[in-house]
């Protein structure tokens, strides 16, 4: 396992840190709802980051630093130690083509949380491209089942909306 990157930890929740190579990464937590088939609301986050204040969809030629890989799942480790029963979110879409290969990727970083936490994947059609969903969530969260369905829920809707 690498060693992780030192963290500002922002007042809005989120994180940044610069790699090696002078990249400026920032992690972010964004509060989302989803209703579930019993009337009840589900705040869930979602998880998103950018390198120097950009979500670019440019073919990735970076070579690989298992740094930003330890970082990244250590603040992930660190949302669920602090919110227990809260729920993330995360979407890999494919307007550049490579929103496999991201799913891929997280799913490695994934076997490096803690094994309470579950990863539950989806993969929809979403204007003519695959997108790969992920809910995470602590495996003994008692509300797991309705967070559950109502991500599939949304995500048919997202589906159907644009079908």
């Given amino acids: 396992m690498f060693p992780h990157y030192s963290l500002k930890h922002n007042p809005d929740g989120s994180y940044n840190f610069i790699s090696e190579q002078g990249h400026n990464y ?19 986050y979602n998880l998103g980051f950018s390198r120097n204040g950009d979500h670019s969809c440019e073919p990735f030629t970076h070579v690989y630093n298992g740094k ?15 919110n227990d ?13 490579y929103s496999r290969h991201r799913n891929i990727v997280f799913n490695q970083w ?15 059609a979403f204007e003519d491209n695959k997108v790969y969903a992920c809910l995470v969530i602590v495996k003994d969260n008692p509300l797991k089942g309705l967070i559950l369905d109502a991500f599939d829920e949304y995500l048919n809707d997202l589906k159907d909306s644009k079908n």
Avoid: Q, W
Avoid at 68 to 82: P, V
Avoid at 110 to 124: A, G, P, T, V
């Fill in 26 to 44: 920032l992690i972010y937590f964004s509060e989302s709802t989803l209703p579930d088939s019993e009337n009840n609301t589900h705040i869930v």
């Fill in 110 to 124: 994934f076997k490096d949380l803690n094994d309470k936490i579950e990863k539950c994947n989806r993969i929809i």
């Fill in 68 to 82: 930003i890989r330890a970082t990244i799942t250590l603040i992930i480790d660190n949302f669920f130690k602090k």
């Fill in 85 to 97: 029963h809260r729920t993330l979110i995360y979407f890999c879409f494919g307007d550049d083509g």
